[in-house]
């Protein structure tokens, strides 16, 4: 299995990647052995990927993490870097190699000092001799400080460093660095192609993967979790029902409550099995005893780091709420269908009756007014609006129609 087996509905993609990786060993070997570099090459030092949720942008820049990485002798036969089972390739996907440094937005933005020891890594040599790869997952997060730093390090990489950068769109990262990397744009998978996956690398049911993959729109990461996680099923379940729970301003009110108390509680749980373990870790590496005090100094480190945690439960949340409200878009666009007598496909077959009473009990005006209210809020949320008071300005905007 390469690295390139999980991407669906990328090929055209993955034949590129995998050309620029072919030419990134050449350089590493001709390096390595005192042979002349190839005069001509596919590879560069910063690359972006952009494309629709759920389009597989992380997990195309890390299989090409991967592949720069990678160090099966088959390359010296001429098989293609990225053969998936080397140290190399294993570590990088795994988010374990010392030469491959990911970046995650742990609240709304990621902050310069979140780049401050990233950036200073990219100006070294790599540990392993191959590729110092840099990962910014959220690059569209970047602030103006972050964004700076980012690119003044792309503008003089180091010869061996890599930056990939992944957005939904070029315009969403800043014209002077996205004038310095190359740019791929990835489409969204057909659903059939992640009804495939599902089936072929989780051992779903057949009837089951291509109800979530139809659900979820191609999404492959979303419809991953609704076919293997009961919990997303039961949440997903809930939010489809509040389209009927909004007659009265009571009601509408009590569904945007329960809607948040939910994110919440995503958060929660995620903070319970992270936060513990990494105030832990970080107390033992200060050299603080088991239950003991902190030595003199160290205090502000841990601090640092339970701001990012709250961070981290801040993002968690909205994000949670957000995966929701793309749930309601995709119900009120399956209602719209309706009303229009349209032949696409329904996504949320599921609730057909549902969908059927509502569209013959309201307008296509109605139905498109609740679109652009879930879309409002969804722009509230990204503006740190409090989540209650934009979710209850969507029910009520959802009642009113």
Wanted: hydrophobic letters at 45%; proline letters at 4%; one cysteine or more.
């Amino acid at each position: 299995m390469t690295v390139w087996d999980d991407l669906v509905g990328q090929q055209r993609v993955s034949e590129q990647l995998t050309a620029a990786a072919r030419d990134a060993d050449a350089l590493v070997t001709a390096a390595a052995t005192g042979a002349p570099a190839p005069t001509a090459s596919k590879m560069t030092h910063a690359w972006l990927f952009t494309g629709p949720p759920g389009a597989g942008r992380h997990q195309v820049a890390r299989a090409f993490a991967a592949a720069l990485q990678c160090v099966s002798p088959d390359r010296a036969l001429g098989g293609a870097p990225g053969c998936g089972f080397c140290d190399g390739c294993h570590t990088a996907l795994i988010g374990t190699h010392a030469d491959v440094s990911t970046i995650t937005a742990v609240g709304a933005m990621i902050l310069v000092r979140d780049m401050r020891d990233t950036v200073r890594k990219s100006f070294t040599a790599p540990a392993n001799g191959r590729w110092q790869v840099i990962l910014v997952e959220d690059a569209e997060r970047l602030n103006e400080s972050s964004a700076n730093a980012v690119l003044k390090a792309v503008e003089e990489p180091a010869p061996r460093t890599v930056w990939l950068l992944c957005a939904p769109s070029v315009e969403d990262v800043l014209p002077t660095i996205r004038s310095r990397c190359r740019h791929l744009n990835l489409s969204t998978p057909s659903v059939d192609a992640v009804a495939d996956l599902l089936v072929r690398r989780e051992g779903v049911e057949p009837d089951v993967a291509a109800a979530v993959a139809r659900a979820t729109q191609g999404h492959v990461d979303r419809a991953r979790r609704l076919a293997t996680d009961p919990a997303a099923r039961e949440r997903r379940a809930a939010v489809l029902k509040l389209p009927l729970r909004v007659d009265d301003v009571g009601s509408a009110l009590k569904a945007a409550q329960e809607l948040v108390d939910a994110a919440a509680e995503d958060a929660r749980q995620l903070a319970e099995q992270m936060d513990t373990k990494e105030t832990d870790e970080l107390k033992a590496a200060l050299g603080a005893a088991q239950g003991g005090r902190l030595p003199r100094g160290t205090a502000s480190v841990v601090k640092d780091l339970e701001d990012m945690q709250k961070r981290r439960r801040t993002r968690t949340q909205r994000d949670s709420l957000d995966v929701a409200l793309t749930d309601l878009t995709s119900f009120y666009r399956d209602v719209l269908a309706l009303q229009l007598g349209s032949r696409v496909a329904l996504a949320n077959t599921d609730a057909e009756d549902t969908l059927e009473r509502l569209a013959r009990g309201s307008s296509p005006e109605s139905t498109l007014r609740r679109i652009e209210s879930i879309a409002a809020c969804r722009d509230a949320l990204d503006r740190n609006v409090a989540p209650l008071l934009a979710v209850e300005a969507m029910t009520m905007a959802l009642r009113a129609g």
